[in-house]
């Protein structure tokens, strides 16, 4: 609701502006409207944005955090191209890590954390 009065707002403004104080009711109307629905299509759009991007990177929390934790935070994209989510972390082979482009030092830190960590998540 505040963007379609910020935006009617903006839009009345814009058409005294441009046009003096000389404005006819119409014209003031639809530069009002227009600049409304304007407005509130860019914000709607830009929410909808955020909203998707944070439903895809829930999927990396875990890959996030060990990608941090071994100073590897480069290559999350690789890993988010890859689509190499949480749940595949268990599955990773050395070929899976070659096909995202991940360089030897960087697959053998990868897998060897998951090989450790699966194995303190089985002991409890």
Do not use: W
Not at 72 to 88: A, I, M, S, V
């Amino acid at each position: 609701m505040l963007i379609l009065v910020s935006g009617s707002g903006a839009g009345l403004a814009y058409s005294f502006v441009s046009q003096g104080f000389k404005v006819r009711l119409a014209h003031a109307l639809l530069t009002a409207a227009g600049s409304a629905f304007v407005m509130s299509g860019t914000v709607y759009k830009g929410n909808e944005i955020i909203r998707s991007r944070n439903a895809q990177d829930s999927f990396y929390t875990e890959a996030r955090a060990m990608l941090s934790k071994l100073s590897l935070e480069d290559y999350e994209k690789n890993f988010k191209k890859g689509h190499l989510t949480d749940y595949t972390l268990p599955l990773l082979t050395d070929s899976d890590l070659k096909e995202v482009n991940i360089p030897p030092g960087a697959r053998l830190l990868i897998l060897d954390h998951i090989k450790r960590y699966h194995k303190m998540v089985n002991r409890k």
